[in-house]
C-alpha cells in the first residue's frame, strides 16, 4: 500500500508440463496412438448384421417377459442368489474386519500388517468368476462354491477398504482414549470403532449389492444361484424367461440401492 | 508430586524438541507452559504421559519413575494423569456421557466397557462432573452435538472422571473465542484449586496465562528460559522466549479481543454449505 502501483502484467494458469516441447509432443503421441489403436479394431459387418437379428429377439424377449413357464426355476434361482449373497455377505464382513484392523498400519505391529495385507492382495488378485471355476472344480457345482466365493471376495473388498477407513481417522481421538490409561482393544471400542462404523455399515451394504449381482454371474459357472437359471435360459434361446431374470436382477439391485442410500443416511 | 529430571526428546528425524528440561511441580499447583511454536510445549505434556517416548531423563510422579514402566504399569500411571486436548479430542460420535465415562476406562475391564455397564459410582461421579461443568442436559447428546466451548468442558469432565493427580493440559484455549478460552481457563484453575490438583497447561496466549496461572515456565527450542511468578513476565523476558516484538501493545489487544466474540453453534450445516450446489 505504501509502496507506488505496480506495474501491471498479465497471468496465465502455469500449465502442468513446463516444457512446451515435452506436452505438445505427449499431446501429439496419444492421439496417434489412439487413432493407431481405432484402427487396429477389425469388425466384421457380417457378423454384426447377422447378429443384430439375434439381438433384436433377445431385446423382443425382454421386452415380452415370461415369468410364468418356469417361474419355479426362477424362483428357485432367486431364493438361492439371495441365500448366497446374505449368507456370504455376514460372513465376509465378519472375517473381514479382523483383517481390516490388521492391515491398518497405525495400529497394527508390522508383521501381523504385512500378513493382513497379503491375505487382501490373495483376495483381490483373482476375479470371482476365476474363482468360482476353482471352488466350483473343488466342491462341485451349487451353491456352496458362490456361497464361498462370494465369502472369499468379500474379505479382500471390505477389509482392504475398511483398512483404509482406520488409517484416516481422526487420530486425536484415539490418542485421547490412550492418555486415561485404556488398554488396545478398549482404545479400538471407544476411539476407532465409533469413527468407522458409518462406513462399516455403508461398505457392508454396498458390498451386498455387489454380491448380490456377482451371484448372477457366478452361476454361469455352476455356482449355483439365478445365474444357473439364466445360463439355461439362454442356452434353450428362452430369450422371454432370460428376459423376466434380468428383470427380476434389476429391481432387486434398484430396492438394496435405495435402501442402502437411506440406511447410510441413516447411520450418518 | 510432580519432577522432570533433565527430560530430553529427540524425535527420529533428529531435532531436538526437548533439552534437558527439569523442574518441580508442588501440589496444587498451576503451571502454564508458554513459548513460540515448536518450543517443545506439546512433546514436554506427551513426555510426562509417554504418549511421546522420552529418550532421556526421568519423570517422577509422587516419587515414581514413569519412563520405565512396562505397558501394564503405564496404563496405571496414566490413569493417575488426566489429559485435556487443543481440539477437544472428544470421540465425535459417542454421547457426552459415553465420554466423560471413558475416563474410566483405565479402571474397568474391557467387556464392561463393551456393554457400557460401568460401576453405578462411575456414573453417579460422571453425572456430578457434568453438573460442575454446566452440561447436566447434555448427557445424551452426541459430542459433534456440541459448541466448542461445550466440548471443552466434556473434555475437562473426562479427565476428572479418571480421578487424576495431575492435569496435563495442551492449548486448552486455542480453538476458542477470546470470551470462551476465558471461561474455561476459570473453569480450568477452579476445578484443581477445589481438588488441590497440579496442573501443566501450554498456552500460546501469555495474557491468558498470566491473568490465570500460579506460575510461568518459558520454553524455547526444548530450553527452559524463564520460571517465575506471572507477574515477573516483562516485555524483556518476553523477548527473550519468543523474540523481538514490542510487547507493550498487548494490553489494548487484549481488551478488544474481549468484546469480539464470534457466536458459535451457528456454523450451517453440511446440507446447507452444499445445497448451492444441487
Sequence with gaps: MSTALAESRPWKRPPLIRNAWLRWALYLGALVYLLAALNSIEVNWERVSEGLAQGWSFAQGFLAPDFLTRSRDIWRGMAESLTMTVTSTVVGCLISVPIALGAARNIAPLPIYVVCRAIIAASRAFQEVIIAILFVAMFGFGPFAGFLTLSFATIGFMAKLLAEDIEDINEVQAEAIRATGANWWQVINYGIQPQVLPRLIGLSLYRLDINFRESAVIGIVGAGGVGATLNTAMQRYDYSTAGAILIMIIVIVLIAEYASSHLRKWVQ | ?278
Design chain 2, 1 to 278: 508430586m510432580l519432577r522432570l529430571e533433565s527430560l530430553t526428546k529427540r524425535y527420529r528425524t533428529g531435532d531436538k524438541a526437548l533439552n534437558g528440561v527439569s523442574f518441580d511441580v508442588p501440589a496444587g499447583q498451576v503451571v502454564g507452559l508458554i513459548g513460540p511454536s515448536g518450543a517443545g510445549k506439546s512433546t514436554l505434556i506427551r513426555c510426562i504421559n509417554r504418549l511421546v517416548e522420552p529418550s532421556g531423563g526421568r519423570v517422577l510422579l509422587n516419587d515414581s519413575d514413569t519412563t520405565h514402566l512396562g505397558r501394564r504399569d503405564l496404563r496405571r500411571a496414566r490413569r493417575r494423569m488426566g489429559m485435556i486436548f487443543q481440539e477437544y479430542a472428544l470421540v465425535e460420535r459417542l454421547t457426552v456421557m459415553e465420554n466423560v465415562l471413558s475416563g474410566r476406562l483405565g479402571y474397568v475391564s474391557f467387556w464392561r466397557s463393551y456393554f457400557r455397564r460401568f460401576p453405578q459410582g462411575d456414573i453417579d461421579k460422571a453425572f456430578a462432573l457434568l453438573a460442575r461443568v454446566g452440561l447436566s442436559d447434555h448427557a445424551d447428546k452426541r459430542a459433534s452435538a456440541l459448541s466448542g466451548g461445550q466440548r471443552q468442558r466434556v473434555g475437562i469432565a473426562r479427565a476428572l472422571e479418571q480421578d487424576p493427580e495431575l492435569l496435563l493440559v495442551d492449548e486448552p484455549t486455542a480453538s476458542l473465542d477470546p470470551k470462551t478460552a476465558r471461561q474455561i481457563m476459570r473453569l480450568l484453575c477452579e476445578v484443581c484449586r477445589e481438588r488441590t490438583l497440579p496442573a501443566i497447561i501450554s498456552l500460546h496466549d501469555v495474557l491468558l496465562a498470566k491473568m490465570f496461572v500460579d506460575r510461568i515456565i518459558g520454553l524455547r527450542a526444548g530450553e527452559i528460559v524463564f520460571d517465575g511468578a506471572p507477574s515477573e513476565l516483562d516485555a524483556a523476558t518476553l523477548t527473550e522466549i519468543y523474540g523481538e516484538e514490542d510487547w507493550t501493545q498487548m494490553h489494548d489487544e487484549a481488551d478488544a479481543a474481549e468484546h469480539g466474540t464470534k457466536p458459535h453453534d451457528l456454523e450451517p450445516s453440511r446440507e446447507e454449505r452444499m445445497a448451492g450446489l444441487a
